[in-house]
């Protein structure tokens, strides 16, 4: 019963929400891509960027792999000869 439902559900919406969600997802980036290019707002989109950069620099991310030796579950690597 509930994939009949689901399907006329799909079938009578389907397409009204697919062009819905499209055109709302078009003006969302036009209106953050005014927001970007808008003049008012370079001088607090620069300060941003250097407010992440100085937050970054104090913060650097840790290493992916902070002991590179061997594992830990199998023996060590047996020297080179």
């Known amino acids: 019963m509930a994939a009949s439902v689901r399907n006329q559900f799909e079938t009578l919406l389907g397409d009204q929400l697919i062009t819905?969600?499209?055109q709302y997802s078009a003006t969302a980036?036009?209106?953050a891509a005014s927001f970007a290019l808008s003049e008012e707002n370079r001088k607090l989109l620069r300060s941003t960027r250097r407010k992440v950069r100085g937050h970054a620099a104090q913060h650097p991310w840790p290493s992916p792999n902070p002991n590179p030796g061997p594992s830990p579950n199998r023996e060590p690597y047996p020297p080179r000869t």
């Open 20 to 22: 819905f969600l499209g």
């Open 29 to 31: 980036a036009g209106n």
